[in-house]
Every structure is written in structure tokens, then in C-alpha cells.
């Protein structure tokens, strides 16, 4: 990660530690940021928000599930995310999957001709208006289950050329998040 990427995520990681209502629990939150504890950080966040039943919006849940993805720490925190209070509009985008609510579907029938056609896509990020979807791609392994981290992230749905975000990619999960979100003309 640049140090221009790592600043930009600082911003981010500023503004939904500022989703929680005690300044301690900011501070708690920030600091763990500051020290390079962003899974412990995430973790804290996360539960912080749950126990205190305070709603996020979509797009905020949106950014706290990429955030999550980016310091590989989905897997542990995605359904929490998923079942975070929600407030504003229920119509509006992005809305975040927790893992296994939707079927996967193989790459392939997105991305005939690319190098992620072999992996697995699962339902990530929806946008509601335009039903584009972001999936992370993951690896079948050996014995049948999907690789831990994602392989990529691809932006596909009804009408829309599919866009595939190689995991290599600095960025990759931010810039597959903003296709989705800047891509819909319906909402």
C-alpha cells in the first residue's frame, strides 16, 4: 500500500471511528489506527457499534465491509457488519451481503475471457437501484472451500459491462466500492 493509499484510508478510518457516539470509544478506535492495530481496531469498532445499537447508513456499512476486506479481517467481521443497526434511507446504496445470502456463481459466466474466470464469485455489495453487484472472487481450493482472501473483486449486473479489480491491484477493493457506487444512474 502507498503512502497515498494508506492516507486516504486513514480518512476513512477517521470518519467511522466517528460513527460512534463516546469520544473515548473515538479515541480508543483512532488509536488503534495510529499504533497500526487495524485489525484489533476493526474488531473494536465493530463490536463497540453493536453494543451500543448505534445505526449506520449503507454507504457507511459499505466502507466499514472494504475497510474489513482490505486488513483481511471480512471473514471474522462480516456478518457483525451485515447485522449492524441500520439508519436512513432503506431504498438507497450500497447494501452489504453477509456471506452465504446469495448464491455464488462461477466467474466464468461474467468473465468468459479473463484471468479471474476461475474463481468464485460470491455476492458482496449490492446496489439496489440498478442491481449491480460487487463479488469477491475466491479460489476453489483442494478440498472445496473458497480461498480465504479474494482473489479480485468484480462489478457486474444487468446492462453493465462487467469490471474485474485483480486483488495485485493497489486499491483494488476501494476502486471495485466506487464503480459500484459511481457507475448507477438510477438512484
Same mark, same amino acid.
Given at each position: 500500500?502507498?503512502?497515498q493509499?494508506?492516507?486516504?484510508?486513514?480518512?476513512?478510518?477517521?470518519?467511522? =471511528?466517528?460513527?460512534?457516539?463516546?469520544?473515548?470509544?473515538? !479515541?480508543?478506535?483512532?488509536?488503534?489506527?495510529?499504533?497500526? !492495530?487495524?485489525?484489533? *481496531?476493526?474488531?473494536?469498532?465493530?463490536?463497540?457499534?453493536?453494543?451500543?445499537g448505534?445505526?449506520?447508513?449503507?454507504s457507511?456499512?459499505?466502507?466499514?465491509?472494504?475497510?474489513?476486506?482490505?486488513?483481511?479481517?471480512?471473514?471474522?467481521?462480516?456478518?457483525?457488519? =451485515?447485522?449492524?443497526p441500520?439508519?436512513?434511507?432503506?431504498?438507497?446504496?450500497?447494501?452489504?451481503?453477509?456471506?452465504?445470502?446469495? !448464491?455464488?456463481?462461477?466467474?466464468?459466466?461474467?468473465?468468459?475471457?479473463?484471468?479471474?474466470?476461475?474463481a468464485?464469485?460470491?455476492?458482496?455489495?449490492?446496489?439496489?437501484?440498478?442491481?449491480?453487484?460487487? =463479488?469477491?472472487?475466491?479460489?476453489?481450493? !483442494?478440498?472445496?472451500a473458497?480461498?480465504?482472501?479474494?482473489?479480485?473483486?468484480?462489478?457486474? *449486473?444487468?446492462?453493465?459491462?462487467?469490471? =474485474?479489480?485483480?486483488r495485485?491491484?493497489?486499491?483494488?477493493?476501494?476502486?471495485?466500492?466506487?464503480?459500484?457506487?459511481?457507475?448507477?444512474d438510477?438512484?
Amino acid at each position: 500500500m502507498s503512502a497515498q493509499e494508506y492516507a486516504a484510508e486513514a480518512v476513512v478510518w477517521n470518519r467511522l =471511528a466517528g460513527l460512534l457516539p463516546e469520544a473515548g470509544d473515538r !479515541e480508543e478506535v483512532q488509536a488503534c489506527w495510529d499504533i497500526g !492495530e487495524q485489525e484489533a *481496531g476493526l474488531e473494536l469498532l465493530v463490536d463497540r457499534l453493536l453494543g451500543q445499537g448505534a445505526g449506520i447508513e449503507e454507504s457507511a456499512r459499505a466502507e466499514l465491509a472494504v475497510m474489513a476486506e482490505q486488513w483481511s479481517e471480512w471473514d471474522w467481521l462480516g456478518a457483525r457488519i =451485515a447485522a449492524l443497526p441500520h439508519v436512513g434511507e432503506e431504498t438507497g446504496r450500497p447494501r452489504v451481503l453477509p456471506d452465504g445470502v446469495e !448464491e455464488t456463481r462461477p466467474a466464468g459466466f461474467v468473465l468468459p475471457e479473463h484471468p479471474l474466470a476461475r474463481a468464485v464469485l460470491v455476492p458482496w455489495i449490492v446496489c439496489a437501484p440498478c442491481e449491480r453487484v460487487l =463479488a469477491r472472487a475466491h479460489r476453489r481450493e !483442494e478440498w472445496g472451500a473458497l480461498s480465504f482472501l479474494a482473489e479480485g473483486y468484480v462489478v457486474f *449486473g444487468p446492462g453493465f459491462a462487467p469490471v =474485474a479489480f485483480p486483488r495485485e491491484e493497489p486499491g483494488a477493493a476501494w476502486d471495485a466500492l466506487a464503480a459500484l457506487r459511481y457507475g448507477c444512474d438510477r438512484g
